[in-house]
């Protein structure tokens, strides 16, 4: 049971790990079934490669929150933002995926990959609040 933001910081983490991996799979039987290389296979594949760097990144990002987590609110403010600027590397992979996507007029899909950055800015928004570090400089 979730004690504190950063607990539940920690389940935003294995949420998003999670759904990363069900859209990487949706990736995959898409391209697999594919039949016509267009714009919008090039896009997906874009996705792909997005996506496979960020279920490297994702356990990453936790080991940096695992070092701040225990200082909680007088977490030192540069800890913090490294927590902060590598879930930002999430968040862009997500957000240039979606707009792959979209340029491209495959609207149907963009929606499962923008669910994905709401759970981007929910560990975002749990580390804010778990470290009371605020970072409005995000790149996404």
Same mark, same amino acid.
């Not at 790990?17 to 594949?45: M, P, Y």
């Not at 997500?94 to 495959?106: F, G, H, Q």
């Given at each position: 049971?979730?004690?504190? $933001?950063?607990?539940?910081?920690?389940?935003?983490?294995?949420?998003?790990?999670?759904?990363?991996?069900?859209?990487?799979?949706? @990736?995959?039987?898409?391209?697999?079934? #594919?039949?016509?290389?267009?714009?919008?296979?090039?896009?997906?594949?874009?996705?792909?490669?997005?996506?496979?760097?960020?279920?490297?990144?994702?356990?990453?990002?936790?080991?940096?929150? #695992?070092?701040?987590?225990?200082?909680?609110?007088?977490?030192?403010?540069?800890?913090?933002?490294?927590?902060?600027?590598?879930?930002?590397?999430?968040?862009?992979?997500?957000?240039?995926?979606?707009?792959?996507?979209?340029?491209?007029?495959?609207?149907?899909?963009?929606?499962?990959?923008?669910?994905?950055?709401?759970?981007?800015?929910?560990?975002?928004?749990? @580390?804010?609040?778990?470290?009371?570090?605020?970072?409005? $400089?995000?790149?996404?």
């Amino acid at each position: 049971m979730a004690k504190d $933001h950063g607990d539940l910081a920690m389940v935003a983490f294995d949420l998003l790990e999670h759904r990363s991996k069900e859209i990487v799979s949706k @990736i995959d039987s898409f391209l697999h079934g #594919l039949k016509v290389h267009n714009w919008t296979e090039r896009a997906f594949r874009y996705c792909a490669a997005d996506y496979a760097a960020m279920l490297h990144t994702i356990p990453l990002c936790r080991d940096i929150f #695992l070092d701040v987590k225990p200082m909680g609110t007088k977490a030192d403010q540069f800890a913090a933002m490294m927590a902060l600027n590598c879930v930002d590397r999430l968040g862009m992979a997500t957000r240039d995926c979606s707009l792959w996507l979209v340029n491209n007029w495959d609207y149907d899909q963009v929606e499962a990959f923008d669910n994905v950055t709401s759970h981007v800015s929910l560990t975002w928004g749990l @580390i804010e609040m778990a470290t009371g570090t605020l970072d409005d $400089h995000s790149n996404w």
